[in-house]
């Protein structure tokens, strides 16, 4: 019974982690309405700002390229002067991201601002392991560790430290937000923003002050964890994961709550390992590392009418949907360009751009999802991992041959689709995508890493497609890649890209739309709003599934790294900055923007940059969110010679429907207009009415 005790005592050190990263969200969200995915990338980055600072005296900055360092002295600096420095970084930090990022967005759609975080978190993630490697790193002790010893246990002391400044901290802040003023002013502001000004509350200043508070504890958090874990740029950014379950249990309001719960999360994490252990019949693998998923998706499940509710309303605009006119036609040019393209490379740009198109079809999926239906998403790498992976099984377990082995294996997504998207019954916007990263996490412990499925680190073997007689795999002999292999891909992604054009143009796309728009309007007109969204994530799982089979056989051994949790928020941000209501969007995503794909790999061997394509992903996707949601390809906004083209082609259109609009209203009188999720315009304001005189 001891050692069970020791156990618990040892998960302090991880959930104060979660404690008190989650008292930093619920500062940003209390204020602002913020939901910060980035939250844990920012303590991150403290901590290799705390780490240079102890070790070689120098203050890294979040560039690259140009000088990135300032060198306040030529040995490391004091511990407690570096702590200083360090969370005086974070303030500073802190006010210019809520200034140039947050601020902007405080009244925009919530895929907007999930987007815009998770483009901080993608870029904090890739300028770290650019500027400090993929290496961890260890850092002397902060607070005191000689071991205690109680009734006969054992255990370092700095674990009952750290918790113990976890619990004062969310007492202190439970009193100041509940009984000072500027508590006061906080809640005021994110109940009413106009309400408040109009007593002289500032709800942009009182926000500015919570992020830089909130951004002031997770420095702490990402120091005090240091000595405990060893710092690298993954694990840390992940903490958020955990960081959001103890959030939502506290409903992103209780800090004493939120505090409580992460401590016991903590402890559970550790008491877990230790069942592992002890007991052969426990299940082995990261199963600690589903126990976050767990909290989340009860706890959304049990208050998903309550949590993350906002007192104020406001008209949100979502990125604009576009309608494929001529899909048959476009198809048809897509395949004779496609395979022009193909014929016309060689080597490893004919695989770049094979890639391209493999991503292409991953990314057809999150259109349909998060474009179509506005269900956002961060788990669609997840079903193409289950497709590829199941790809391999099938094919040497069943014995199935080319296509129905690619189909089943695209089956095979579908339940984990529709799995996932069960709480899409209940939840939208944020808390979707707060449990679909969860879900995303969770199968990157359990089903990804597990030896049987993925086949650990040496990979899962996939079998080459064979048609008959005829050959279709990607190498034979020394010719690769083959184009033949790159027509067959082009063929299948071009029949996904006419999959989602008619689920578009059709009765269904009007039927996702509406269900975008207004589900509560939805219902009332006769449509099925869960059986909806269960389409939706049925048919996208089906289509990352097909994505990640033609990974499979692209690659010939298919390893846990390209389905990880970051590829699907790299996922989530190139297409969403390329035009996630559009299918042009997802092309352009796959061609121009796939770390894996043409253009990013052209540009790698002629210059040498594809290191930084993560970090310009990530700074595209907050520009793209704060300037311009639609998207690269949107026909709205924007300069280039690709908008130049969809705008004269969109003219054209534009013309012939005002033709046939003409000659339809005087045969029969008009036709319906479809669903659309912006608000409607003001009718216009009827004149005053005019007064009888009385009195002559």
């Given at each position: 019974?001891?050692?069970?005790?020791?156990?618990?005592?040892?998960g302090l050190g991880s959930g104060a982690t979660y404690a008190i990263?989650?008292?930093?969200?619920?500062?940003?969200?209390?204020?602002?309405?913020?939901?910060?995915?980035?939250?844990?990338?920012?303590?991150?980055?403290?901590?290799?700002?705390?780490?240079?600072?102890?070790?070689?005296?120098?203050?890294?900055?979040?560039?690259?390229?140009?000088?990135?360092?300032?060198?306040?002295?030529?040995?490391?600096?004091?511990?407690?002067?570096?702590?200083?420095?360090?969370?005086?970084?974070?303030?500073?930090?802190?006010?210019?991201?809520?200034?140039?990022?947050?601020?902007?967005?405080?009244?925009?759609?919530?895929?907007?601002?999930i987007c815009a975080s998770v483009g901080v978190m993608l870029a904090?993630?890739?300028?770290?392991?650019?500027?400090?490697?993929?290496?961890?790193?260890?850092?002397?002790?902060?607070?005191?560790?000689?071991?205690?010893?109680?009734?006969?246990?054992?255990?370092?002391?700095?674990?009952?430290?750290?918790?113990?400044?976890?619990?004062?901290?969310?007492?202190?802040?439970?009193?100041?937000?509940?009984?000072?003023?500027?508590?006061?002013?906080?809640?005021?502001?994110?109940?009413?923003?106009?309400?408040?000004?109009?007593?002289?509350?500032?709800?942009?200043?009182?926000?500015?002050?919570?992020?830089?508070?909130?951004?002031?504890?997770?420095?702490?958090?990402?120091?005090?964890?240091?000595?405990?874990?060893?710092?690298?740029?993954?694990?840390?950014?992940?903490?958020?994961?955990?960081?959001?379950?103890?959030?939502?249990?506290?409903?992103?309001?209780?800090?004493?709550?939120?505090?409580?719960?992460?401590?016991?999360?903590?402890?559970?994490?550790?008491?877990?390992?230790?069942?592992?252990?002890?007991?052969?019949?426990?299940?082995?693998?990261?199963?600690?590392?589903?126990?976050?998923?767990?909290?989340?998706?009860?706890?959304?499940?049990?208050?998903?009418?309550?949590?993350?509710?906002?007192?104020?309303?406001?008209?949100?605009?979502?990125?604009?949907?576009?309608?494929?006119?001529?899909?048959?036609?476009?198809?048809?040019?897509?395949?004779?360009?496609?395979?022009?393209?193909?014929?016309?490379?060689?080597?490893?740009?004919?695989?770049?751009?094979?890639?391209?198109?493999?991503?292409?079809?991953?990314?057809?999926?999150?259109?349909?999802?998060?474009?179509?239906?506005?269900?956002?998403?961060?788990?669609?790498?997840?079903?193409?991992?289950?497709?590829?992976?199941?790809?391999?099984?099938?094919?040497?377990?069943?014995?199935?041959?080319?296509?129905?082995?690619?189909?089943?294996?695209?089956?095979?997504?579908?339940?984990?689709?529709?799995?996932?998207?069960?709480?899409?019954?209940?939840?939208?916007?944020?808390?979707?995508?707060?449990?679909?990263?969860?879900?995303?996490?969770?199968?990157?412990?359990?089903?990804?890493?597990?030896?049987?499925?993925?086949?650990?680190?040496?990979?899962?073997?996939?079998?080459?497609?064979?048609?008959?007689?005829?050959?279709?795999?990607?190498?034979?002999?020394?010719?690769?890649?083959?184009?033949?292999?790159?027509?067959?891909?082009?063929?299948?992604?071009?029949?996904?890209?006419?999959?989602?054009?008619?689920?578009?143009?059709?009765?269904?796309?009007?039927?996702?739309?509406?269900?975008?728009?207004?589900?509560?309007?939805?219902?009332?007109?006769?449509?099925?709003?869960?059986?909806?969204?269960?389409?939706?994530?049925?048919?996208?799982?089906?289509?990352?599934?097909?994505?990640?089979?033609?990974?499979?056989?692209?690659?010939?051994?298919?390893?846990?790294?390209?389905?990880?949790?970051?590829?699907?928020?790299?996922?989530?941000?190139?297409?969403?900055?390329?035009?996630?209501?559009?299918?042009?969007?997802?092309?352009?995503?796959?061609?121009?923007?796939?770390?894996?794909?043409?253009?990013?790999?052209?540009?790698?061997?002629?210059?040498?940059?594809?290191?930084?394509?993560?970090?310009?992903?990530?700074?595209?996707?907050?520009?793209?969110a704060i300037a311009n949601p639609d998207g690269v390809m949107s026909?709205?906004?924007?300069?280039?010679?690709?908008?130049?083209?969809?705008?004269?082609?969109?003219?054209?259109?534009?013309?012939?429907?005002?033709?046939?609009?003409?000659?339809?209203?005087?045969?029969?009188?008009?036709?319906?207009?479809?669903?659309?999720?912006?608000?409607?315009?003001?009718?216009?304001?009827?004149?005053?009415?005019?007064?009888?005189?009385?009195?002559?």
């Amino acid at each position: 019974m001891s050692s069970y005790i020791l156990f618990l005592i040892l998960g302090l050190g991880s959930g104060a982690t979660y404690a008190i990263l989650g008292l930093g969200l619920v500062l940003k969200y209390r204020s602002g309405g913020i939901v910060d995915f980035a939250h844990g990338a920012v303590a991150m980055w403290i901590a290799y700002v705390f780490v240079d600072l102890r070790t070689d005296g120098t203050l890294p900055l979040p560039l690259i390229v140009i000088p990135h360092q300032i060198t306040l002295s030529s040995a490391g600096i004091d511990t407690t002067l570096a702590i200083v420095i360090s969370l005086v970084y974070a303030a500073l930090l802190g006010a210019i991201l809520y200034l140039a990022v947050y601020r902007p967005l405080r009244s925009a759609a919530p895929l907007t601002r999930i987007c815009a975080s998770v483009g901080v978190m993608l870029a904090f993630q890739a300028i770290a392991v650019l500027n400090f490697g993929t290496q961890s790193k260890t850092t002397p002790a902060i607070l005191p560790s000689t071991p205690v010893t109680i009734s006969g246990l054992s255990f370092p002391s700095d674990r009952i430290f750290f918790t113990g400044i976890v619990l004062v901290l969310a007492v202190v802040l439970a009193v100041v937000y509940r009984y000072t003023r500027f508590g006061l002013a906080t809640r005021a502001g994110a109940e009413n923003a106009r309400g408040a000004a109009l007593i002289g509350i500032s709800a942009d200043r009182v926000a500015l002050a919570n992020y830089v508070i909130a951004t002031v504890l997770a420095g702490v958090a990402g120091i005090l964890i240091a000595p405990i874990a060893n710092l690298d740029p993954t694990s840390y950014t992940l903490f958020i994961v955990p960081a959001l379950g103890v959030a939502l249990v506290g409903r992103f309001e209780s800090f004493w709550v939120v505090a409580l719960a992460g401590i016991l999360l903590g402890m559970g994490q550790s008491e877990i390992i230790k069942f592992q252990a002890t007991w052969s019949w426990f299940p082995t693998g990261d199963v600690a590392d589903a126990l976050p998923f767990i909290l989340i998706i009860t706890t959304m499940a049990l208050r998903a009418r309550s949590v993350l509710a906002r007192g104020e309303t406001s008209a949100q605009r979502n990125p604009s949907v576009a309608r494929p006119r001529t899909p048959l036609a476009s198809a048809a040019f897509c395949l004779v360009a496609g395979t022009i393209i193909l014929f016309a490379l060689q080597g490893s740009l004919r695989n770049a751009f094979i890639s391209s198109m493999t991503f292409t079809c991953v990314a057809l999926s999150l259109v349909l999802l998060t474009g179509y239906v506005g269900q956002v998403s961060l788990a669609q790498m997840t079903f193409a991992g289950v497709g590829g992976f199941m790809l391999g099984h099938i094919s040497h377990g069943l014995g199935l041959g080319f296509p129905l082995s690619l189909i089943a294996a695209g089956l095979c997504a579908v339940p984990i689709g529709i799995l996932i998207g069960l709480p899409a019954l209940r939840l939208r916007g944020v808390n979707l995508a707060v449990v679909t990263l969860g879900a995303a996490f969770t199968a990157d412990a359990l089903i990804f890493n597990s030896q049987g499925f993925a086949g650990g680190l040496t990979g899962l073997p996939i079998k080459p497609p064979h048609l008959f007689s005829l050959n279709l795999s990607i190498a034979e002999g020394h010719a690769y890649p083959r184009v033949i292999f790159g027509v067959m891909v082009l063929v299948i992604v071009t029949l996904m890209g006419l999959l989602v054009a008619r689920l578009r143009n059709g009765v269904a796309g009007r039927m996702l739309l509406a269900v975008r728009s207004n589900e509560r309007a939805a219902s009332s007109v006769g449509i099925n709003v869960a059986q909806a969204k269960l389409m939706a994530f049925a048919i996208a799982a089906f289509i990352a599934g097909i994505g990640g089979a033609l990974t499979g056989y692209q690659q010939g051994t298919l390893t846990a790294d390209g389905f990880s949790t970051f590829v699907s928020l790299g996922l989530l941000a190139i297409v969403y900055v390329a035009g996630i209501g559009r299918i042009s969007g997802a092309v352009f995503a796959g061609i121009m923007m796939s770390s894996t794909g043409f253009f990013v790999t052209f540009l790698d061997e002629r210059f040498g940059i594809g290191k930084y394509q993560m970090i310009v992903a990530g700074v595209l996707l907050v520009i793209t969110a704060i300037a311009n949601p639609d998207g690269v390809m949107s026909t709205s906004t924007g300069k280039g010679p690709a908008v130049a083209f969809f705008r004269a082609r969109e003219a054209v259109y534009a013309r012939l429907r005002a033709g046939s609009a003409r000659n339809g209203n005087l045969a029969t009188g008009g036709a319906p207009r479809e669903p659309s999720d912006q608000p409607a315009p003001s009718p216009p304001e009827a004149p005053p009415a005019l007064e009888r005189p009385r009195h002559v």
